[in-house]
């Protein structure tokens, strides 16, 4: 069976963003009519749209799909989700992972989910700590619980493979609302999530 493989892309923006690569590489003196680079320009591009698809989505959305009536009125946590987002400074990667607690106060929601609102903010050009506050916010406004907790720790390539050039750094950004902003609720969920962090 032949290899078939599908993948929406908007045509207009996909010329666009191809063509302002091919120019860039030319730029930069390569020759983009050579054999490794003829299609490299469309794959940049359409990789560009992948990674900041994003913009296109509806965080809160997603929460409200799948949102249901329980009573369950203890922490949930969703930890080691995997991110990765591009640094808006330098448009390089950052990766990690985020660990995400709430508390229901009627509604809890598919855990499925959390992840999913995690890859609608962290596809768009980000800092981690935008990143960081728009996932809080989000899921504090949508799902109104008693808290909400999150925590980021992630590498930077642009410290990493550039600049300052620090393989092994990392940084860890965290935001608190509600019930998290107790002492011993904040340090349950710190202790919980603790053996992830370095």
Not at 1 to 25: C, G, H, L, W
Not at 115 to 144: G, M, S, W, Y
Not at 160 to 171: D, F, L
Request: net charge negative; charged share 25%; proline share 3%.
């Amino acid at each position: 069976m032949p290899y078939n493989k599908f993948e929406e892309y908007n045509i207009q923006v996909t010329d666009d963003v191809k063509a302002r690569y091919k120019s860039i590489i030319e730029d930069l003196g390569e020759d983009t009519n050579r054999d490794g680079l003829i299609k490299t320009p469309e794959r940049a591009s359409k990789a560009m749209q992948f990674l900041t698809q994003g913009y296109n989505q509806d965080a809160a959305e997603i929460l409200k799909s799948a949102m249901f009536k329980e009573s369950y009125n203890e922490m949930v946590i969703v930890k080691d989700i995997e991110l990765y987002s591009l640094c808006e400074h330098h448009i390089l990667p950052f990766f990690g992972k985020a660990h995400i607690a709430y508390i229901p106060n009627g509604h809890i929601v598919g855990l499925s989910k959390i992840p999913r609102i995690v890859d609608v903010f962290a596809r768009r050009l980000q800092v981690q700590e935008r990143l960081t506050e728009q996932i809080l916010e989000c899921i504090n406004n949508t799902l109104k619980p008693e808290g909400v907790a999150v925590v980021i720790e992630a590498s930077h390539m642009c410290m990493m493979m550039r600049g300052v050039q620090k393989q092994n750094s990392t940084t860890t950004t965290s935001g608190f609302r509600g019930a998290f902003k107790n002492i011993e609720t904040r340090t349950e969920f710190l202790k919980l999530i603790s053996e992830n962090l370095s």
